[in-house]
Nanobody
Framework: VQLQASGGGLVQAGDSLRLSCAASGRTLSSYAVGWFRQAPGKQREFVAAIRGSGNSTLYTDSVKGRFTVSRDNVKNTVYLQMNALKPEDTAVYYC?????????????????WGQGTLVTVSS
C-alpha cells in the first residue's frame, strides 16, 4: 500500500490545519491508520490513530481536545484535523497503516508509512 500525506504548511499559533493521508494499492477499510510526528532532533512520536471502521480512536495526551482523526473509506483517505495549533506541534507528520483493526501507539506496529508533510507553527 502506498500512502500520500498532504496538507501541511506554515501557520500561526491558534490556527487550524487539516492533514490528509490518501492510500492507493489497497483499501484501508479493514486497517488501523495512525498519525505520527517527528520534530527536529526528536524521535518520531505517536499522535493519533483510528480503526478501520472509524468507530474507535486513540490520541496522545498532548493533542486531546485539539486534534481529531477521521476517515472516509469511500475515498480511501484518513484525515487529521488540527485546531488550536501550538509552536510545539511543529514537526513532520507521517501517516502509517497497521494491517489489523486494533489500535496502538507503538510505532513498530505500523508496517506502511507515507513520506510525511511538514507543519510549522509560528508563535
Amino acid at each position: 500500500v502506498q500512502l500520500q500525506a498532504s496538507g501541511g504548511g506554515l501557520v500561526q499559533a491558534g490556527d487550524s490545519l487539516r492533514l490528509s493521508c490518501a492510500a492507493s494499492g489497497r483499501t484501508l477499510s479493514s486497517y488501523a491508520v495512525g498519525w505520527f510526528r517527528q520534530a527536529p532532533g526528536k524521535q518520531r512520536e505517536f499522535v493519533a490513530a483510528i480503526r478501520g471502521s472509524g468507530n474507535s480512536t486513540l490520541y496522545t495526551d498532548s493533542v486531546k481536545g485539539r486534534f481529531t482523526v477521521s476517515r472516509d473509506n469511500v475515498k480511501n483517505t484518513v484525515y487529521l484535523q488540527m485546531n488550536a495549533l501550538k509552536p510545539e506541534d511543529t514537526a513532520v507528520y507521517y501517516c502509517a497503516v497497521r494491517p489489523t483493526a486494533w489500535l496502538t501507539a507503538e510505532r513498530g506496529a505500523y508496517d506502511y508509512w507515507g513520506q510525511g508533510t511538514l507543519v510549522t507553527v509560528s508563535s
